[in-house]
């Protein structure tokens, strides 16, 4: 958890760990079966499909068109990171979504 918590601080110094901590059980063992899987490709389209229907709208409640822009968004936020952390990518899309509260 203090590794996830430490890479979204990096964007959100204010990161509440409450709301990390529910990210992280949300992806559960997701983050847990490889190292590819801990991480968002942005180049990845099949990727960020992913991202935008079982994050953007299942869970955050977003149309498919926000979802992909603020999914744009967060990959360009992140750009400078060679490896995306799913859970700070995950973070970045509700807090762009104003979700954060809704997690």
């Known amino acids: 958890m203090t590794d996830y918590l430490a890479d979204v601080k990096r964007y959100d110094a204010d990161a509440d760990p ?3 901590d529910k990210i992280i059980k949300h992806l559960g063992i997701a983050l847990r079966s490889s190292r590819d899987a801990a991480l968002v490709s942005c180049s990845d ?3 960020l499909d992913r991202v935008r229907e079982k994050w953007g709208m299942k869970k955050l409640g977003a149309d498919a068109g926000t979802s992909d822009k603020i999914i744009a968004e967060v ?3 992140m ?3 060679r ?3 799913r859970v700070t990518f995950y973070y970045l899309v509700a807090q762009k979504m104003g ?3 809704d997690l």
């Open 45 to 47: 389209k099949s990727e």
């Open 18 to 20: 409450a709301i990390v």
């Open 83 to 85: 490896q995306k952390q």
């Open 75 to 77: 990959c360009e936020t």
């Open 79 to 81: 750009k400078g990171d």
């Open 99 to 101: 979700k954060l509260g």
